[in-house]
């Protein structure tokens, strides 16, 4: 259900893309506004994100194999991490061009009719995406009983770049508007350019927080604290183990996480059939609480030994 909805608002944010990008390419062409060409710019660096995005979905969910023993859940964070580039080179590396050309040698804006019934129905559109996207991140965090900004640190990274790049249209949408208002009004046309500067500078840091977070994935992120050590009370509440000497935890996709503890067991669980059937029930318990925990292993080390060994 959580991938057929992620599929859903991507699909929803292409379209959507797709057709506000060749309005606002006729529009920005027609009247010359530099930043209604930053914001097609924009929306084409969106439509190609959410063919990266739809790459990821579907990679990520290939069976595990030899080669890939944990899946290829990663993938998600690899393809988001394309998209986060994509919208910083095409995005905000156009429009900041465009800006200076503008300010540069201004042109006078024309077809202001055509101007503004664009930038209304792509702000329609941009908000059904958005609203959509933020509705699920909202479900999700509900569903994980954490607030909205910490389930962000993890959440689908489909999902979480449709709705900063969504967020990010907004945005520009309204900063392009501003511009072409104020380039009218005033006579003076370096408005319009600043504003398509102002869209580049908005797109570099949607694509720094993006690339951040995905690369923090990459590399190897751990769970929050706070579920760690409540995995731990978890674990060491069970009857047989002595005490939890350590717990190492990586997230393999948003709904994967593997988990090794090292445990000091009491005496009356050390036989091999005690110890099996103890990490079967930690197992259990574990994974009642926190379903995304999708590997754990036990690994039962004495304390004393542990103290040798450091």
Do not use: C
Request: no cysteine; proline share 5%; glycine share 8%.
């Amino acid at each position: 259900m959580p991938d057929e909805q992620s599929d859903a608002t991507v699909l929803l944010a292409g379209s959507a893309n797709l057709a506000i990008a060749i309005a606002k390419i006729v529009a920005g062409l027609l009247s010359g506004s530099s930043a209604l060409l930053a914001e097609a710019a924009h929306s084409v660096a969106d439509t190609l994100n959410e063919a990266f995005l739809l790459t990821a979905l579907r990679r990520s969910r290939k069976p595990a194999d030899a080669r890939h023993p944990f899946g290829y859940g990663m993938e998600r964070y690899f393809w988001a991490l394309l998209a986060a580039v994509g919208i910083f080179v095409l995005g905000a590396g156009f429009s900041i061009t465009e800006g200076l050309r503008s300010i540069l040698a201004p042109e006078p804006i024309a077809a202001l009719a055509v101007i503004y019934p664009v930038l209304a129905v792509s702000f329609l559109f941009e908000g059904t995406s958005w609203v959509r996207a933020i509705f699920q991140l909202r479900q999700e965090a509900r569903a994980a009983g954490v607030p909205l900004r910490q389930h962000l640190r993890s959440a689908e990274p489909a999902v979480k770049t449709v709705a900063l790049e969504d967020s990010a249209a907004l945005i520009g949408l309204l900063i392009a508007a501003v511009g072409v208002t104020l380039a009218v009004v005033t006579g003076d046309h370096v408005w319009d350019g600043a504003a398509s500067i102002a869209i580049g500078v908005l797109l570099i840091g949607v694509a720094f927080v993006l690339g951040r977070d995905n690369k923090a994935m990459l590399i190897g992120r751990a769970l929050p604290p706070e579920i760690q050590r409540e995995i731990r009370t978890i674990i060491a509440g069970e009857p047989g183990i002595d005490e939890v000497l350590d717990l190492l935890s990586l997230r393999l996709a948003p709904d994967q996480v593997l988990v090794v503890v090292t445990v000091d067991l009491v005496d009356s669980a050390t036989t091999g059939a005690a110890v099996e059937q103890l990490a079967e029930r930690i197992d259990r318990t574990v994974r009642a609480s926190y379903p995304m925990v999708r590997h754990l292993y036990l690994d039962p080390t004495p304390a004393d030994a542990r103290q040798r060994l450091s």
